[in-house]
């Protein structure tokens, strides 16, 4: 995974195509109206002049206080006059104004010596980008998802009927895709291996990321692995850029819980995690292969009532969908 220096630099030079972009298009813009308006030329450089002269002055102390009055209310003038120049001639009044990506900042990436939330919102792409890199999401759509696999017949054990119970589990998870918002409910999808819950969950995750939400997928321990890097790693290259990532995407999406190596970092990491996102009212899909039981045992009461208590528990039934294919 990228560090975050090459994150930094990366958005830095995002920031700065930007504001290559919008001055490329302001002299773009300057050079059509002041071939069709030839007077515009010569305000033009009038303005620069006094923007000049008031720099100037600023530099030569406070005894220039009111020369800096004087051309201040030239520049306004001028300014007006430019206006009324470029109505007269069809064009908008702020026509020769640099437009930004983000004019809160300017594309600088800042405000008042603070991070901009363009810039912020920049990190966080890359961020999702780089952890979303290698998930298989075009093989796991809604479309590829076969109920043939689920047997149709009662479960000798639970009287289930696999293929009946998934059918429902399938189109809950299509509703929920279609109606997803940055507060949709959590979602548990308990198991064993090969029912279909990573199969679902990345299905989701493609049809939410085509409706312009950002989404978080990984396996838990993998996940929970780059965060013990990042977070033990050597001074000036520690970060918490994964943490702030799971923690600030739309929808974040952890499989295979309970498959990773359990310490008490990653146990303070999980309950962070579905703590943090649970009071703020963003939604996680948690995939395990764990009993109720085992996710009490493994994660402690804290966790497992969070869990429990607040997201919709869908238990997949069937035989393992791996092996059949084979």
Do not use: W
Not at 46 to 66: R, S
Request: glycine letters at 8%.
């Amino acid at each position: 995974m990228k560090t975050t220096v090459q994150h930094l630099r990366q958005a830095e030079r995002t920031l700065e195509q930007r504001r290559n972009a919008a001055e490329r298009e302001q002299q773009r813009r300057r050079d059509l109206a002041c071939a069709k308006i030839p007077a515009l030329a010569k305000l033009q450089a009038e303005l620069a002049q006094t923007g000049q002269a008031v720099a100037a002055a600023i530099g030569a102390g406070k005894d220039a206080g009111e020369y800096i009055a004087l051309l201040a209310q030239q520049n306004m003038a001028a300014q007006a006059e430019q206006t009324r120049l470029l109505q007269a001639h069809g064009f908008a009044a702020d026509y020769l104004k640099e437009h930004h990506t983000c004019d809160q900042c300017r594309d600088t990436g800042f405000v008042r010596g603070l991070r901009c939330g363009c810039f912020t919102q920049l990190l966080q792409g890359l961020a999702f980008d780089q952890l979303n890199m290698n998930t298989p999401l075009e093989q796991s759509r809604f479309d590829r998802f076969s109920l043939d696999y689920y047997p149709a017949v009662p479960d000798a054990a639970t009287g289930v009927i696999p293929r009946k119970m998934m059918q429902g589990i399938g189109d809950y998870c299509k509703q929920y895709a279609l109606h997803f918002h940055p507060r949709s409910e959590s979602l548990l999808f308990m198991g064993a291996t090969g029912l279909g819950k990573t199969h679902l969950s990345l299905a989701i995750a493609q049809q939410v990321i085509e409706a312009g939400y950002t989404v978080i997928y990984g396996a838990a321990q993998n996940l929970l692995g780059r965060m013990e890097r990042e977070h033990f790693a050597a001074f000036g290259e520690k970060t918490n850029a994964t943490e702030q990532a799971l923690l600030g995407c739309d929808l974040l999406i952890l499989d295979d819980l309970g498959a990773e190596f359990s310490t008490s970092f990653t146990q303070s990491c999980i309950y962070n995690i579905v703590n943090t996102r649970l009071m703020a009212g963003m939604p996680i899909i948690i995939n395990t292969n764990l009993t109720d039981a085992n996710l009490e045992e493994r994660y402690g009461s804290r966790v497992y009532s969070r869990i429990i208590g607040n997201y919709k528990v869908l238990r997949f039934f069937g035989n393992d969908i791996r092996q059949a294919k084979k």
